[in-house]
């Protein structure tokens, strides 16, 4: 059964760093765009990072410059680290398997069981 798996998050204060891991435990890992999402208690389902399987990225505007997502084809994984965490950011993280192709990031059928951060002093 092909799965995406998330793990990483954890409590951590601000200014802090963390890096989320999301495992894809299936085949043709390299040939899927992949997205990072978030959702805090009370607000919607959130995009926050994407990478296309040729490796363009796009990044919400609420983190960019803080955050950047990667892959590691080999190791079927795809990472979100975060620096310079803020409370803002405190919520569970889900990984998506996107498209299948080489453009653009759009979300598809497969999500992680997300893992939550949370940011507080």
């Known amino acids: 059964q092909v799965q995406l798996v998330e793990s990483g998050g954890g409590l951590v204060q601000p200014g802090g760093s963390l890096r989320l891991s999301c495992h894809f435990s299936?085949?043709?890992?390299?040939?899927?765009?992949m997205g990072w999402y978030r959702q805090a208690p009370g607000k919607q389902r959130e995009l926050v990072a994407s990478?296309?399987?040729?490796?363009?990225?796009n990044y919400a505007d609420s983190v960019a410059g803080r955050f950047t997502i990667s892959r590691d084809g080999p190791k079927r994984t795809v990472y979100l680290q975060m620096n310079n965490l803020k409370p803002e950011d405190t919520a569970v993280y889900y990984c998506?398997?996107?498209?299948?192709?080489?453009?653009?990031?759009?979300?598809?059928?497969?999500w992680g069981q997300g893992t939550q951060v949370t940011v507080s002093s």
């Open positions: 998506n398997r996107g498209t299948y192709s080489s453009g653009d990031y759009s979300p598809h059928d497969l």
């Open positions: 299936g085949s043709l890992f390299s040939m899927y765009a």
């Open positions: 990478i296309t399987s040729g490796g363009r990225t």
